[in-house]
């Protein structure tokens, strides 16, 4: 039996309700923490919500900010740039308050920016070990920049434990910091699917974009892409889930190639109607130009829907190792389009691996890896039995 220890999670976001988009997967990992018997408290940013229902084990520092997430501030902005600075003078400090106070055995960054900066800080000030958990953003878009790589690259070095919750990004965070990283999953627990308002029309084909609307995630390839599409197939129909700043362009976008009936643009749903419209479409989109492993890939997993997806990041290597569906170049609307008819016609049958690829996944089970290396060998769980590499994951004749 595990004996409990206490572990604060640091992360740059936390959900405030269920059907909060801000990282929904770490209130998954938290509770799942919590259901081993773990003493958890998480520290996180104070950021201007309506709802506010998840409260327990919280804390939320107060900063000269909170209607801007930390990572898009201007810093040649000066009111902005004084935000940054009250972040990182708040967190510093109320983060070292929270842990004299709750002594936890060790923490659990989530992200190597901010919330690993803050690990670091509070073990040479404290000495309590710390993890990193890198999560795509922070290596792929800020470990980009040199003055913040040389940051990250410290707060790496520094940490008793790395994770990633990609294969690729695995090994950039290994060449990044010159050490050992291990792969964890994210994933967000959706509900079962239920009907509800999400009737979709049944004679039609039905494609699904979940997510962020914005350049890199390939938004407006995939309406182009629907616009040849359109050329091809009469019956076919793109639902969009999802916010951000590409909402007008993708409306021009829509309207300009006179895709009012095939393109609705829905917004953002409960969690409980994302699942309804993952179950009862045809297949989920990834068209992203640069991402790692999304939450909606295991969510559509989840469903048992299949996917197209672009090569990027471990998508494209998951999807093929495990028959989910189809692969196309980034940013090739030709090829997307092309993707979604020979879907369409060809009525396959994805299914069959869909359970071997989830369990891979599994945010249970990314719990107890993360256990099994931060315990005390006496406390240990048996070890660790996730892939740590994509060579590791069985070869397609043993599925």
């Known amino acids: 039996m595990l004996t409990s220890q206490k572990i604060c999670l ?140 040389k940051i990250i690259r410290k707060v790496l070095q520094g940490a008793d434990h790395l994770f990633a919750d990609g294969f690729d990004l695995k090994e950039k965070v290994e060449k990044l910091a010159g050490k050992r990283c291990l792969f964890l999953p994210s994933m967000r627990r959706l509900p079962s699917a239920s009907e509800g308002e999400e009737q979709l029309d049944s004679t039609r084909s039905n494609f699904l974009y979940v997510g962020r609307w914005d350049k890199e995630k390939g938004l407006d390839d995939l309406i182009k892409a629907f616009g040849l599409v359109k050329n091809k197939l009469l019956s076919v129909n793109l639902y969009v889930l999802g916010w951000g700043d590409f909402e007008n362009k993708m409306k021009r976008l829509v309207r300009e190639l006179k895709l009012e009936d095939e393109v609705k643009i829905v917004g953002k749903v409960s969690t409980k109607s994302v699942a309804n419209y993952i179950k009862q479409v045809d297949c989920l989109i990834i068209p992203s130009r640069s991402d790692s492993i999304p939450l909606v890939f295991s969510e559509a997993l989840q469903m048992g829907t299949p996917l197209i997806v672009t090569e990027v990041g471990d998508m494209g290597y998951l999807v093929k190792r495990f028959n989910l569906g189809k692969v196309v170049p980034p940013k090739d609307v030709q090829k997307l389009s092309q993707a979604i008819i020979e879907f369409a016609c060809q009525k396959k049958d994805y299914s069959r691996n869909i359970p071997k690829a989830l369990k891979l996944l599994n945010i249970e089970k990314a719990v107890d890896d993360y256990l099994k290396i931060v315990l005390p060998k006496e406390h240990a769980l048996s070890s660790p039995v996730h892939a740590s590499s994509l060579q590791d994951i069985p070869a397609s004749q043993d599925l």
């Open 10 to 149: 640091i992360t740059n976001r936390y959900p405030a309700h269920p059907d909060d988009v801000a990282s929904p997967f770490v209130h998954d990992f938290h509770l799942g923490l919590k259901e081993k018997g773990m003493t958890v408290s998480v520290f996180t940013p104070y950021y201007q919500t309506q709802r506010m229902e998840w409260r327990e084990d919280i804390i939320r520092f107060h900063w000269q900010g909170g209607k801007k997430v930390v990572g898009s501030l201007n810093f040649f902005n000066p009111r902005e740039l004084f935000q940054l600075f009250s972040f990182l003078k708040n967190g510093k400090s109320q983060l070292s308050e929270h842990l004299n106070r709750t002594n936890p055995d060790s923490c659990l960054a989530l992200w190597a920016l901010p919330s690993g900066w803050f690990a670091y800080q509070a073990k040479k000030e404290l000495g309590i070990p710390y993890s990193v958990w890198c999560l795509g953003s922070d290596i792929y878009v800020w470990g980009k920049k040199p003055v913040l790589r």
